[in-house]
């Protein structure tokens, strides 16, 4: 007669096992990153509008159509022939891709889901920094609320990603002494992802050097590295450095983060992103409020900092406020180092859980999700409501095939939906500021030499929002007429050749 003591024996572990992976899945801390999806669903979802995405959309298209990269310019004609290596090209691609299947709901759908494991890893890192999960609830939030400058459908998204992941692995090192193997080929993806890398191969160096010293600062601590653990991180680290150069660029692509921060100055007067955060706006209060909170952390707790720490939130204070892009990196730091001082809760006791309750909220918040995702129509509304649909078709009705000078905000768009209309600047402003033109393109804009610069370029035609000071030098000026307008967009075209258009004083009325 067969045995059967060891099949009933591990009937109830397994039983066990199952019932545990249940409750697990259907805790209350995941539950809670249930709810801070459905937030950030709702920031995805009204940051859609990225002006950006449509020149990544044809660099994606070009690369998938043709398998290769363009080493040159061929979008715009004030940039035609310059080189550019392309940067954020993998991260493109999700998005072509999403769009070809899916169109317009295929790119939020991707921001959501690269916006849901960005913060998802946030508050991962949270709760592993000491913080209860309803604390962490809070910190990630803040994250979330510093994030906004930059959620939507962007390559960003990815780089940041990135940075995440590098949080979670040092810190699972420095616990565990595992997982620093996987920093290389992190390191290897970031590099083909977006920019950022440069970011996380500094907070990479703060990790290794606030270990090569030993002491006690008042609340500062430090612990020195031992020999095994420097000289993997050190291997680790050349790892990393020498996988950077597998690219299609080459050295280019490694250098080029460097060479767009040195000349950077023009792009921080004219692109609202990069310049310092107003702390008189929501975001520059939001960092206040970051500072604010280190400051009464340090005050109010004796809880000692590492030194690594406050080398980390240093350098993300100090990044974010100099560029408003950079808070997002901003709320990466400073959420899992606020978040163990939070205590506004009571602490979450795994045993009172009720996972089925958890379960009808999770499911409460995929089922609402589902309803309230915004249809083709709704996004196509919003694409029109801030973009030049009407204007472009009328310009291909029309055959008005001109030099044209646009929007900042529009290039990407025409270069996308019309690709056979030249575009005057797009959102490439490190293309734009190595040759002068985003400068001239805020001559026009700011009223300074409006004239002089269309003259300069040859304009043709003249896209322009509604409303703005230069809509309205044009439409008062001999030299233009205005051929079309909607709530959108004003067109207006040249009615005098260049070389005999009146001085700028006598054409304005």
């Not at 009720?354 to 409460?364: E, F, R, V, Y």
Request: charged letters at 15%; proline letters at 5%.
């Amino acid at each position: 007669m067969p045995n059967t003591s060891g099949a009933s024996q591990a009937t109830p572990a397994t039983a066990f096992r199952r019932t545990d992976l249940v409750r697990s899945i259907f805790s209350f801390p995941v539950m809670c990153m249930f709810l801070l999806s459905a937030v950030i669903f709702g920031f995805c979802v009204k940051q859609f509008a990225e002006p950006d995405i449509w020149w990544h959309l044809r660099n994606a298209q070009n690369l998938v159509e043709f398998h290769s990269f363009s080493p040159v310019d061929t979008y715009s004609f004030t940039a035609a022939g310059l080189s550019r290596p392309n940067f954020e090209w993998l991260s493109e691609v999700p998005y072509y891709l999403a769009f070809k299947a899916w169109g317009l709901q295929g790119l939020l759908l991707v921001s959501i889901v690269v916006s849901v494991l960005i913060f998802a890893g946030v508050y991962y890192l949270c709760c592993r920094w000491g913080a209860d999960c309803k604390d962490a609830v809070i910190a990630t939030m803040l994250a979330i609320s510093l994030g906004v400058v930059s959620i939507g459908p962007r390559m960003l998204l990815f780089g940041w990603l990135c940075m995440v992941v590098l949080l979670i692995l040092l810190d699972v090192y420095r616990c565990t002494g595992k997982g620093l193997w996987v920093i290389p080929p992190l390191f290897l993806l970031w590099i083909n992802l977006h920019g950022s890398w440069a970011f996380g191969m500094v907070v990479f160096a703060i990790f290794i050097i606030s270990g090569l010293v030993e002491g006690e600062w008042g609340l500062l601590v430090a612990r020195r590295w031992n020999r095994s653990q420097l000289r993997n991180l050190l291997l680790a680290g050349v790892a990393a450095f020498v996988l950077l150069f597998v690219n299609p660029f080459g050295y280019k692509l490694v250098v080029y983060p460097f060479e767009v921060a040195a000349r950077q100055q023009a792009a921080v007067q004219y692109v609202e992103e990069w310049q310092p955060v107003d702390l008189s706006t929501g975001n520059g209060k939001l960092a206040l409020l970051v500072i604010f909170a280190i400051m009464a952390s340090v005050l109010l707790s004796r809880r000692r900092w590492r030194l690594d720490v406050a080398l980390l939130i240093a350098f993300a204070l100090w990044t974010a406020l100099s560029h408003t892009r950079f808070l997002f990196f901003l709320g990466l730091i400073a959420a899992p180092l606020l978040a163990p001082y939070i205590h506004l809760f009571t602490p979450y006791e795994p045993e009172d859980d009720k996972p089925w309750l958890n379960a009808s909220i999770m499911a409460g918040v995929v089922v609402a999700l589902c309803l309230l995702f915004p249809s083709r129509a709704s996004l196509q509304q919003k694409v029109d409501h801030e973009f030049p649909a009407a204007a472009l078709r009328f310009m291909q009705e029309h055959q008005l095939n001109g030099r044209v000078f646009n929007q900042y905000v529009w290039g990407g768009f025409m270069e996308w939906n019309t690709p056979e209309l030249k575009t005057f600047i797009d959102g490439r402003a490190d293309v734009f500021v190595a040759n002068g033109v985003l400068a001239d393109h805020r001559k026009v804009t700011t009223i300074e030499e409006p004239l002089e610069v269309l003259d300069k370029y040859r304009i043709d035609y003249a896209l322009l929002q509604q409303d703005r000071p230069l809509t309205y030098v044009l439409e008062n000026s001999k030299g233009w007429r205005q051929i079309y307008s909607d709530p959108v967009a004003v067109l207006l075209a040249r009615t005098a050749p260049v070389a005999t258009a009146t001085q700028p004083s006598a054409e304005v009325k």
